[in-house]
């Protein structure tokens, strides 16, 4: 069912794991999937400096979260912020159509994320443009 | 045993591989006893004989008569046919069916559908064992019920139901009584008699037979339109020239799986107990399905706070194949309608494993499954943000 990127992400997880100190944690769930994903981000100078996630889930929603954090680790907030579930997918080389919807994850818990770190540092949380939500694929 | 090309097959209530024996047994009416057994002729007729002894076969191993017995293309079908069947031919005395919700889908997704033809079903609740209550079938029924079809053995958490109570209630209350007993038939004893029941269907392929084989037991009482309709073989009542290499192959299957149920499944069961003993070692890990009444070859636990999906997977990279009720391995994303029914919470159904022991399965087979699922589950376990810090490592 997966390809050879997605198991190499899922049996030798990147990032795996948790930051003490981290500057920004999103948290999200989809209960329709039973998968739960975390991320936790340390920035400095806008830049995201270390990623780290947990994720509970199938292997499509480990692999993205892994393949998700390689993406962002050393990239410019708002690189990291533009981020999409479907760069993920294509990255892990393709993933199921029924498991695009576990993929879009990595993408709202980095976005969660990168706003806590906003609002922890006093500026606006960036909103949402639409259009990448599950109900889209 | 866990060498380069070989697999633990730890999936056996999905299906078993057929055995030698039946192979063999099947292979000379592929191709020179070709014959179709309605034909006249000397081919004809060695394919006739082959089809009565395999009836003759089934039916001694349930208890029935060999009249009793009609060859159908699985399980699904009989199903089908017994629930369709029984509705259809007994329109004039009511339109009420009574079943479980935890039944396969050959039988759920056959009475929905006759909902939709104008019938009404009762879904009965199951205890957290997923047992269903014989007093709940008695209450259940009304002047206008029909059929009750309550399975003999569930194929996801291996529940063995009280069949002998519920098929006593519906012969004294004169409802016909369906059960599908693809799960429980070459395993456990079954005699259609002592059980008092009216229909019963069984598939070949879960105990060592051929896939696409089914029986559907329908006794002298039951009354019941045919499904398929066309040619007048299996005496008017299931069109279509018969299967007979697989016909072949079933009868083989379960005579065999029959003669051989007490030294096996005592050995089966052993397995199973010591499996289950060393799983439910791991931390926060529970057993699904009833602690005594269950199929001997059924293992069905949920480990807290992972998903089944990548269990399966990890455990597939490990050569070793089962399977899960979580939504996630699903095609239709819910989660297992058997453990719902059984009062889990979707997050505890996510994280479900079945294991099912085959006559393959040895006792190393048991230790190399029990290290691997324990180091699995600790690997998700330390990746999953749902594990309490006591709990990684
Ligand atoms: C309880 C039960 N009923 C029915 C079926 C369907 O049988 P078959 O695969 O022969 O159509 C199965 C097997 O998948 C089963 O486990
Ligand atoms: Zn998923």
Same mark, same amino acid.
């Given at each position: 069912?997966?390809?050879?990127?997605?198991?190499?992400?899922?049996?030798?997880?990147?990032?795996?794991?948790?930051?003490?100190?981290?500057?920004?944690?999103?948290?999200?769930?989809?209960?329709?999937?039973?998968?739960?994903?975390?991320?936790?981000?340390?920035?400095?100078?806008?830049?995201?400096?270390?990623?780290?996630?947990?994720?509970?889930?199938?292997?499509?929603?480990?692999?993205?979260?892994?393949?998700?954090?390689?993406?962002?680790?050393?990239?410019?907030?708002?690189?990291?912020?533009?981020?999409?579930?479907?760069? #993920?997918?294509?990255?892990?080389?393709?993933?199921?159509?029924?498991?695009?919807?576990?993929? #879009?994850?990595?993408?709202?818990?980095?976005?969660?994320?990168?706003?806590?770190?906003?609002?922890?540092?006093?500026?606006?949380?960036?909103?949402?443009?639409?259009?990448?939500?599950?109900?889209?694929? | 045993?866990?060498?380069?090309?070989?697999?633990?097959?730890?999936?056996?209530?999905?299906?078993?591989?057929?055995?030698?024996?039946?192979?063999?047994?099947?292979?000379?009416?592929?191709?020179?006893?070709?014959?179709?057994?309605?034909?006249?002729?000397?081919?004809?007729?060695?394919?006739?004989?082959?089809?009565?002894?395999?009836?003759?076969?089934?039916?001694?191993?349930?208890?029935?008569?060999?009249?009793?017995?009609?060859?159908?293309?699985?399980?699904?079908?009989?199903?089908?046919?017994?629930?369709?069947?029984?509705?259809?031919?007994?329109?004039?005395?009511?339109?009420?069916?009574?079943?479980?919700?935890?039944?396969?889908?050959?039988?759920?997704?056959?009475?929905?559908?006759?909902?939709?033809?104008?019938?009404?079903?009762?879904?009965?609740?199951?205890?957290?064992?997923?047992?269903?209550?014989?007093?709940?079938?008695?209450?259940?029924?009304?002047?206008?019920?029909?059929?009750?079809?309550?399975?003999?053995?569930?194929?996801?958490?291996?529940?063995?139901?009280?069949?002998?109570?519920?098929?006593?209630?519906?012969?004294?209350?004169?409802?016909?009584?369906?059960?599908?007993?693809?799960?429980?038939?070459?395993?456990?004893?079954?005699?259609?008699?002592?059980?008092?029941?009216?229909?019963?269907?069984?598939?070949?392929?879960?105990?060592?037979?051929?896939?696409?084989?089914?029986?559907?037991?329908?006794?002298?009482?039951?009354?019941?339109?045919?499904?398929?309709?066309?040619?007048?073989?299996?005496?008017?009542?299931?069109?279509?020239?018969?299967?007979?290499?697989?016909?072949?192959?079933?009868?083989?299957?379960?005579?065999?799986?029959?003669?051989?149920?007490?030294?096996?499944?005592?050995?089966?069961?052993?397995?199973?107990?010591?499996?289950?003993?060393?799983?439910?070692?791991?931390?926060?890990?529970?057993?699904?399905?009833?602690?005594?009444?269950?199929?001997?070859?059924?293992?069905?636990?949920?480990?807290?706070?992972?998903?089944?999906?990548?269990?399966?997977?990890?455990?597939?990279?490990?050569?070793?194949?089962?399977?899960?009720?979580?939504?996630?391995?699903?095609?239709?994303?819910?989660?297992?309608?058997?453990?719902?029914?059984?009062?889990?919470?979707?997050?505890?159904?996510?994280?479900?494993?079945?294991?099912?022991?085959?006559?393959?399965?040895?006792?190393?087979?048991?230790?190399?499954?029990?290290?691997?699922?324990?180091?699995?589950?600790?690997?998700?376990?330390?990746?999953?943000?749902?594990?309490?810090?006591?709990?990684?490592?």
């Amino acid at each position: 069912m997966y390809g050879e990127k997605v198991m190499d992400h899922f049996e030798n997880p990147r990032n795996q794991g948790t930051i003490e100190d981290a500057d920004g944690i999103g948290e999200v769930g989809n209960p329709q999937c039973g998968d739960i994903m975390k991320i936790y981000i340390k920035v400095s100078d806008d830049i995201i400096e270390d990623v780290k996630f947990q994720t509970f889930g199938c292997g499509a929603a480990i692999a993205s979260s892994s393949m998700a954090t390689e993406m962002i680790k050393g990239k410019p907030v708002k690189e990291a912020w533009d981020l999409s579930n479907k760069a #993920v997918a294509d990255a892990l080389e393709g993933l199921p159509p029924q498991k695009l919807h576990c993929s #879009v994850l990595a993408e709202e818990a980095i976005h969660k994320a990168i706003n806590d770190y906003r609002t922890r540092n006093g500026l606006e949380p960036w909103e949402e443009t639409g259009g990448h939500s599950h109900h889209s694929n | 045993m866990t060498g380069d090309n070989r697999f633990i097959y730890m999936d056996n209530a999905a299906t078993t591989p057929a055995r030698k024996e039946v192979v063999e047994a099947m292979l000379p009416y592929m191709s020179e006893n070709f014959g179709n057994p309605s034909s006249l002729y000397g081919i004809a007729k060695k394919s006739a004989e082959a089809v009565d002894n395999a009836r003759a076969q089934v039916a001694s191993a349930i208890g029935a008569s060999p009249k009793e017995i009609y060859f159908t293309s699985g399980g699904t079908e009989a199903d089908n046919w017994a629930i369709k069947g029984a509705a259809f031919a007994n329109r004039d005395k009511g339109n009420h069916i009574i079943t479980s919700q935890v039944e396969h889908h050959a039988v759920l997704h056959t009475t929905e559908w006759l909902e939709k033809q104008g019938f009404e079903v009762t879904y009965l609740p199951v205890d957290k064992y997923g047992m269903v209550s014989p007093e709940d079938v008695r209450e259940a029924i009304t002047d206008r019920t029909i059929l009750v079809t309550i399975m003999m053995a569930n194929n996801e958490i291996g529940t063995i139901m009280p069949i002998a109570e519920i098929g006593k209630i519906a012969r004294e209350m004169g409802v016909l009584f369906h059960t599908d007993a693809v799960q429980a038939a070459g395993h456990i004893q079954v005699d259609v008699n002592e059980l008092n029941i009216d229909m019963l269907s069984i598939s070949g392929h879960k105990f060592r037979g051929p896939k696409g084989t089914g029986v559907l037991y329908i006794g002298k009482m039951a009354k019941i339109d045919p499904l398929m309709h066309g040619g007048a073989q299996e005496r008017h009542r299931r069109a279509g020239t018969e299967n007979v290499p697989g016909i072949v192959g079933i009868g083989k299957a379960l005579e065999l799986a029959v003669a051989e149920m007490d030294s096996e499944s005592k050995r089966i069961a052993g397995l199973r107990d010591i499996l289950i003993q060393k799983i439910l070692e791991i931390p926060k890990t529970h057993l699904n399905g009833h602690p005594e009444m269950r199929l001997p070859n059924n293992v069905n636990v949920v480990f807290e706070y992972i998903e089944g999906e990548s269990i399966l997977l990890m455990l597939n990279r490990r050569a070793i194949c089962a399977s899960t009720g979580s939504a996630c391995s699903s095609k239709s994303l819910d989660p297992s309608h058997v453990l719902m029914a059984c009062g889990l919470p979707p997050e505890i159904i996510h994280g479900s494993l079945r294991l099912t022991i085959g006559h393959d399965t040895t006792e190393d087979d048991i230790d190399y499954v029990v290290e691997n699922v324990r180091g699995v589950v600790q690997k998700l376990r330390n990746m999953s943000p749902l594990t309490p810090p006591e709990l990684r490592e």
